[in-house]
Structure formats: structure tokens, C-alpha cells
């Protein structure tokens, strides 16, 4: 089955520095990239994805790149803000049985703190 | 639309005893995933239904889970008898599924502690 990983576990930058955080997987078969966001006893939500057709995407101040020939992509955030402070959750998805169904595999999460 | 619902928010059991999660995923979609959330090992996913048919479970930690889905608007995750290392956060999620891979939808999640 697909394995992602995920690293750091923990990422502490100063207000208004860029942030990044990487992600790798195994199957080469995953072709869709959300990334999630969860605040402190809240659930995850989408703020990013990407398909495999794109190498990369941009949203304001959030970007994700995705290099399928290595099987990695990254979720870059500059000019971080308090508010980005969270779990930011990287997944691999693809389709099971000729496209009948998906499959979601999520990385093990990244603590992201914004110090003031 | 009130988005993915799930109760309880808490549950406190005591170990034995058995435990029903309960999802209302978004109206039309055809997906549903139930997830754990623990400090040690992240999101795992426990079973994932698609049209109401279970379609992956080889998530379920033992035969002691099980989930349901009666419909297309409700699914339960029932744990019996429930143990201390069954005490995790337990997300619903939901999504329309429509040839591609969409993004998820997730329930506020359910606290479980079992003493």
C-alpha cells in the first residue's frame, strides 16, 4: 500500500519568514496531493491541492510543488503569520480498481508554530 | 449545508463497555471515510465506503470495530468491548467522488476516553 511521509515533525519559524514542509510517497500511482490544515481541537481542512499533471500551484501565500519523477512534493507559506500556527497534514490519494474508487493515505503531520 | 456531522463530541466509557460513533456525511456525497487520530500515529484510516458498500477495511484494528452504513445520509462506528488504547480522536469524513480523487470533508471529530 501507499506510505507518505512527512518531515519535520515540528517547525518553529519567526513571524514573517517562509516556512516549508516536505512530503514523500511510494506508489507511484498517487495522483492527487491535499494538504490540510488543523488548528488546536479542530478538525482538518483542505488549503491546498494538486494534481499530477501540475508541478505546481499557488494560492496567496501558499504554494505546493510536486516532483512526480522523485515522489515528493512540498507545501511552501511565506510571510508566515501567527495564525498559520497548526498541524499541517500532507495526503497521497489515487484511484483503487480502474478509477471506481479513491484512497487517501495522510503523512504523519507537521507542528507548525509561528513565534511573534 | 451543515457540513459533516458527528456525535458524540466526548465520550467517556469505561473499558468493556461499548461505544457507537455516529456520522452525518454532506448530503450528495458518495464517500465516507472514518479516520483515528492519535499523537503516536497521525490520521489512520479504519474503513472507507463508497455508495454505501464498504469498500477498504483493512484499516479496523480487530473485530472488536465495526461500521455500518444503513444509507446514504448515516454511518456508525461501534467498538465493542472498548479498551484504554482505543482512546483517540475519531474523525468522520466525507467527499463526492466522481471518477477523480476530490477532497475530503471532515466532522468535528469524536474525543473517546476509555478509563
Known amino acids: 500500500g501507499e506510505n507518505v511521509e512527512q518531515h519535520p515533525s515540528t517547525l518553529s519559524v519567526q513571524e514573517g519568514d517562509s516556512a516549508v514542509i516536505k512530503c514523500t510517497y511510494s506508489?507511484?500511482?498517487?495522483?492527487?496531493f491535499p494538504w490540510y490544515k488543523q488548528e488546536l481541537g479542530k478538525r482538518p481542512q483542505l488549503i491546498i491541492d494538486i494534481r499530477s499533471n501540475v508541478g505546481e500551484k499557488k494560492d496567496q501565500r501558499i504554494a505546493v510543488t510536486l516532483n512526480k519523477t522523485a515522489k515528493h512534493f512540498s507545501l511552501h507559506i511565506t510571510e508566515t503569520q501567527p495564525e498559520d500556527s497548526a498541524v499541517y497534514f500532507c495526503?497521497?490519494?489515487?484511484?483503487?480498481?480502474?478509477?471506481?474508487?479513491?484512497?487517501?493515505?495522510f503523512g504523519t503531520g507537521t507542528k507548525l508554530q509561528v513565534i511573534p | 449545508d451543515a457540513g459533516v456531522i458527528q456525535s458524540p463530541r466526548h465520550e467517556v466509557t469505561e473499558m468493556g463497555q461499548e461505544v457507537t460513533l455516529r456520522c452525518k456525511p454532506i448530503?450528495?456525497?458518495?464517500?465516507l471515510f472514518w479516520y483515528r487520530q492519535t499523537m503516536m500515529r497521525g490520521l489512520e484510516l479504519l474503513i472507507y465506503?463508497?455508495?454505501?458498500?464498504?469498500?477498504?477495511d483493512s484499516g479496523m484494528p480487530e473485530d472488536r470495530f465495526s461500521a455500518k452504513m444503513p444509507n446514504a445520509s448515516f454511518s456508525t462506528l461501534k467498538i465493542q468491548p472498548s479498551e484504554p488504547r482505543d482512546s483517540a480522536v475519531y474523525f468522520c469524513?466525507?467527499?463526492?467522488?466522481?471518477?477523480?480523487?476530490?477532497?475530503?470533508?471532515f466532522g468535528s471529530g469524536t474525543q473517546l476516553s476509555v478509563l
Open positions: 469524513a466525507s467527499s463526492f467522488y466522481r471518477g477523480y480523487n476530490e477532497k475530503l470533508f
Open positions: 465506503f463508497n455508495n454505501n458498500v464498504p469498500i477498504d
Open positions: 506508489d507511484s500511482a498517487s495522483n492527487y
Open positions: 448530503s450528495g456525497h458518495n464517500s
Open positions: 495526503a497521497a490519494s489515487w484511484e483503487m480498481n480502474s478509477g471506481g474508487y479513491q484512497k487517501v493515505t
